[in-house]
């Protein structure tokens, strides 16, 4: 007889992952189902900066996931580090902000969320070719370097029993009296009891394929392109990340330099385009001069999950009584993925929540609103 997973998970990013961690860790079985390879969208091709880009200019929903998952994030490190013996590379390195137009805010915010926050020092930022507004240094914000991530959370899961169902295309979802009783993909039927939707750019996608008869409800998420450059660069390089205007460089402790990013509404298309590239390159060795001896060895682009102001949608489906979503975290999903994982099993499991779950509903989220 097959037994049938308590949840079921659509998406292979660090999302899905990171729930399919929590669900499991609290006794829940758990099948992932991928359409290509785990962990090779948007959470593979991020930079891995846990803090959102100017914080204080964005919903106070997202500060609430962010401040949760940086409690997180260490013990969750150290812990798949300890269980797989590969190092997701969580670091504090800190992070200088080249220019502030608004620092009153940027300061209040840091002292509400005690963030540690200082006017930077011109030698921290000798090394830069940049006019400076008002330089803010932030010395305690870190990194995580996202491929590694990725390969240890998916040996954690593998290792805990957690089927992972890769190049698994779902066509269909049978659905009665308001509850999901199977999805059928291109490998077979999946017989359901909870399923969680946690696929990223193409979680609305997902959703219009397996409930079109819920068009009304269903969560207004659309791909954003990203492109990002790296640089081979010695380990001395930079110490630091920077961020100047709307890009940034991230030092990764090998000395590789990642250079972000582009923000463009292009569908589903994930090619890359030499306007990007050449952006990206200019800013780049125009900031960081000495990076002009230094190979760049790679360009590529990933898909965030827009939605309307950033914010994710987190939670049960009003109607249908065993889907959640957790999905559209636009340009935050690494920072705000083990907060949203936690929260999203809380729900699920019905435990008491530890972040509000109220902005992140349906009933709370505007469904009609423009896309980022």
């Not at 620092?103 to 940049?130: E, K, R």
């Not at 990194?143 to 990725?150: D, E, T």
């Not at 954003?224 to 110490?239: H, I, S, W």
């Not at 914010?311 to 559209?328: D, M, T, W």
Request: charge should be neutral.
């Amino acid at each position: 007889m097959t037994t049938i997973p308590d949840i079921t998970i659509i998406g292979g990013g660090v999302i899905a992952l990171l729930t399919a961690r929590e669900l499991v860790n609290a006794g829940a079985s758990v099948t992932v189902i991928e359409k290509n390879l785990i962990g090779q969208e948007s959470s593979w091709a991020g930079g891995g900066i846990l803090l959102p880009l100017y914080p204080w200019r964005q919903h106070t929903a997202i500060s609430h996931l962010v401040m949760q998952s940086l409690q997180l994030y260490p013990q969750l490190a150290q812990q798949l580090n300890d269980l797989t013996n590969i190092n997701p590379e969580w670091r504090t390195c800190g992070l200088l902000i080249t220019k502030n137009l608004d620092a009153d805010a940027a300061i209040q915010w840091c002292s509400t969320h005690a963030i540690p926050v200082a006017t930077a020092s011109p030698t921290i930022y000798s090394n830069l070719n940049t006019r400076t507004n008002t330089p803010l240094w932030l010395p305690t914000i870190g990194q995580i370097r996202n491929p590694r991530l990725l390969k240890s959370l998916k040996q954690d899961l593998l290792n805990k029993g957690v089927v992972l169902r890769e190049h698994c295309l779902i066509n269909t979802a049978t659905v009665e009296d308001n509850r999901i009783t199977r999805v059928d993909t291109n490998t077979g039927k999946i017989n359901i009891n909870h399923l969680v939707i946690a696929a990223g750019a193409w979680s609305q996608h997902v959703y219009g394929q397996l409930f079109p008869q819920f068009m009304a409800v269903a969560p207004q998420i659309a791909p954003v392109r990203g492109q990002m450059l790296l640089y081979q660069a010695e380990p001395d390089t930079l110490a630091h990340i920077i961020l100047d205007d709307d890009r940034y460089l991230i030092p990764r402790s090998d000395g590789k330099i990642v250079v972000g990013s582009t923000v463009e509404k292009q569908g589903f298309d994930k090619s890359t385009t030499a306007d990007a590239k050449n952006q990206l390159q200019n800013f780049a060795e125009n900031l960081l001069p000495s990076l002009k001896t230094f190979p760049l060895i790679h360009h590529w682009a990933g898909l965030r999950p827009g939605t309307h102001n950033g914010v994710p949608y987190i939670g049960k489906h009003p109607l249908i009584s065993n889907l959640s979503i957790n999905a559209g975290h636009f340009r935050n999903g690494l920072v705000m993925a083990p907060a949203s994982a936690q929260l999203i099993a809380d729900l699920i499991l019905n435990r008491p929540p530890k972040v509000d779950p109220n902005p992140y509903t349906f009933n709370t989220l505007n469904l009609t609103s423009q896309i980022l």
